[in-house]
């Protein structure tokens, strides 16, 4: 038989980026319209879902490499009603996408990285670009999905190679919401859709 009579041999087309690749992406932040100025979510960009859960709608797009211009959806935690462990890694992984995206190591605690590690409002994370690692979850209907549950920083022996060229370092004179200049928040397309909807595939169970 030929290839177009016999099928058992095709590939499956999965569409996953393989877990654990490390890949220069680009955050844009999909507005939810919730603001809370007591916990400095202002700008619109913050979603609210249905249970009370707050988090960032994060649209990162691959920027270079053999899966360029695909794109990863993931939130990251705000607030939930459930407890503190969505913040905590919402937190964990901005953490990492600044130490990442302005060439931080993780175990600088100096004043200029502890500057850099604070942001004026979440303006400053539409359109940051950082190394991020691939991962794989899962969505509500129990599909596999690409997740992005942790950044790269210039510990890891590969961060140089995958950023191309070392980013600027950050300068703590600028500010502490400052960033360097080619890492400057990217202008927020009138395109971008909508946010997307409280009961969305692939939230956590302490997000719904």
Excluded at 11 to 30: E, F, W
Excluded at 43 to 66: C, D, H, I, K, Q
Excluded at 180 to 191: G, V, W, Y
Aim: charged fraction near 20%; avoid cysteine.
């Amino acid at each position: 038989m030929g290839s177009w009579n016999d099928f058992n041999d095709a590939q499956s087309n999965t569409n996953l980026i393989p877990k654990g690749t490390l890949a220069k992406v680009r955050l844009t932040i999909r507005p939810g319209g919730f603001d809370d100025a007591s916990q400095g979510w202002t700008g619109g960009y913050a979603t609210r879902g249905s249970t009370g859960a707050v988090y960032l709608n994060g649209e990162f797009t691959v920027t270079e490499g053999p899966y360029a211009r695909r794109k990863i959806f993931t939130l990251i935690g705000l607030y939930s009603p459930k407890g503190p462990d969505w913040t905590n890694m919402g937190r964990s992984l901005v953490r990492g996408m600044l130490n990442s995206a302005r060439g931080i190591s993780d175990k600088d605690m100096s004043a200029e990285a502890q500057a850099a590690r604070r942001i004026s409002g979440f303006a400053d994370l539409d359109g940051i670009e950082f190394i991020a690692r691939i991962d794989i979850g899962t969505d509500a209907s129990g599909d596999d999905k690409n997740e992005i549950r942790s950044a790269v920083t210039p510990d890891h022996r590969d961060y140089a190679q995958v950023m191309g060229t070392a980013p600027l370092q950050f300068s703590g004179n600028a500010g502490p919401g400052a960033t360097p200049q080619q890492n400057a928040a990217a202008p927020t397309s009138s395109s971008n859709p909508p946010a997307a909807n409280p009961g969305a595939p692939g939230r956590p169970s302490w997000a719904q």
